[in-house]
């Protein structure tokens, strides 16, 4: 006990009882736990946290794709096929990907080129069909804020210890909201605001417990969402057993490629509820009949039937790759092209017959894959300003929680010591086998991060406890 202060130390639970001896216990256990996954998930967190900000405000002002570029509307607009030729010339007649259609009239449209191997953003003027600008798709702030976010910049790797940090931050939670919880005759009506009478060490404990008990529940969600998108639980078990399934197509030929072929390295460019369903093949008479006329079709005309399935304002025309490739037509939320998940819609169209192969909506969801449409966007901030600068209010809380447990530690900590200063590991602490089975089932719901955590709890009893010097540095 000797490095906890008097401070620490007048908020534990009393002993003047049995009961109150274990709750000691099982606090002193909390606190141990939050204090070691905070010391894992903090600088994760954080780094979440400044990244996320960064894309939040990028996609604001810039847009996702760099989109964001106003034009001056007059009157009538050239054809698209005319703004994609300039788009294509400019880049010596690249390969076209993908168009993205204007969200409003003074907003320029954008075209996805392939040209000498790099996705090239081209954007025309709809009224006069003049080049713009001209960039990298993946050379702005966005993706690469959207890399270090999502891998670390270091791949599979990054991913996997992002994905333990998220699943430690549901444990830090979970401590922490115990840690917090009024005890000891406190009032719940002061938990709930930070004592601004408070000095030192108590004053930031404060400010720490009420931000996170606020911060908790977005906090949830956030991390429950970047979890689904993860290499682990996210695409082996989630997505897997929640994604569309493509036999409700009826006797549609199927591609040898899923949805998820479409996106470009981190940058999402269908929702999440599709990604491993495969994508439909042309070459058939299946399908139902689409856009009128005979092959070989062309963007004006995928755009015109788009219009009349009822697109409105931004969404996003794929064309065909290969053989066998099909015209998609798409607008989710999730790739910023509307603030309302709800409305999500991707059409697949046979490249030689015009024919509708498969029309998928929000309502053909699975219930996770409903969940993920919404939660997604909410958590990119892409449902309107309320969602923007809730997001931004909290992004910064989070950086707040990381930096305010860094500084509560240093102040803590015994002076010119050489060790970790953790908090103690109670003696006999009851219980302890449930214990075990609750991280066993955490095991089977988040294999990755159960698997973390009983190897640490191993390392903690069997290693650290025994081995004197260790025990020492990290006490």
Not at 404 to 418: K, Y
Request: charged share 15%; aromatic share 10%; net charge neutral.
């Amino acid at each position: 006990m000797s490095n906890i202060d008097t401070q620490e130390r007048s908020a534990l639970p009393t002993q003047d009882a049995t009961g109150k001896t274990l709750a000691r216990k099982f606090y002193l256990a909390a606190w141990r736990w939050h204090f070691y996954a905070g010391l894992y998930v903090a600088p994760f967190l954080a780094m979440l946290a400044v990244t996320g900000l960064i894309m939040l405000w990028v996609s604001a002002i810039d847009g996702r794709d760099g989109e964001k570029i106003a034009v001056t509307p007059r009157g009538e607009q050239t054809s698209i096929l005319a703004q994609a030729s300039a788009a294509q010339t400019a880049l010596h007649e690249g390969h076209l990907v993908e168009y993205i259609a204007p969200a409003a009239p003074d907003r320029a449209a954008v075209f996805r080129v392939e040209s000498g191997g790099e996705a090239m953003m081209v954007a025309v003027d709809p009224y006069t069909a003049e080049v713009l600008e001209i960039w990298n798709r993946q050379a702005g702030w966005y993706d690469f804020a959207s890399d270090i976010h999502g891998t670390l910049l270091i791949g599979d790797l990054g991913d996997r210890l992002i994905e333990i940090a998220a699943g430690f931050g549901i444990v830090l939670i979970a401590t922490g909201l115990y840690l917090w919880w009024p005890r000891d005759g406190q009032r719940p009506g002061k938990a709930l605001q930070p004592d601004f009478g408070a000095r030192g060490r108590a004053f930031w404990k404060s400010l720490h417990k009420t931000t996170g008990l606020y911060a908790a529940l977005l906090l949830v969600v956030f991390l429950l969402s970047g979890l689904s998108w993860a290499g682990i639980w996210g695409e082996k078990f989630v997505q897997a057993w929640s994604t569309f399934p493509a036999e409700k197509w009826d006797n549609v030929p199927l591609s040898d490629k899923s949805h998820a072929s479409m996106n470009q390295g981190a940058t999402k460019d269908v929702p999440w509820a599709l990604e491993q369903t495969p994508l439909p093949a042309s070459g058939s008479d299946a399908g139902r009949a689409g856009v009128p006329g005979s092959a070989p079709f062309n963007l004006n005309q995928m755009v015109a039937f788009g219009r009349s399935l009822g697109y409105e304002g931004r969404f996003r025309v794929a064309t065909p790759r290969g053989d066998t490739g099909v015209w998609t037509l798409a607008q989710d939320s999730m790739s910023n092209d509307s603030t309302n998940p709800t409305s999500d819609r991707t059409v697949h169209i046979d490249q030689y017959t015009g024919n509708v192969l498969a029309d998928v909506g929000f309502a053909d969801y699975s219930p996770a894959g409903k969940a993920m449409a919404v939660g997604i966007a909410f958590h990119e901030g892409d449902m309107g300003l309320w969602n923007l600068v809730l997001n931004t209010v909290f992004c910064l809380s989070v950086v707040f929680l990381s930096v305010s447990g860094v500084v509560m530690w240093w102040m803590r900590r015994p002076a010119r010591a050489m060790r970790l200063s953790a908090p103690p590991l109670p003696a006999n602490l009851p219980l302890w086998k449930g214990a075990v089975v609750v991280m066993l089932l955490v095991s089977l719901l988040f294999p990755l991060v159960g698997i973390t955590l009983l190897a640490l709890l191993a390392l903690d009893i069997l290693v650290i406890q025994r081995v004197k010097p260790l025990a020492r540095l990290l006490a």
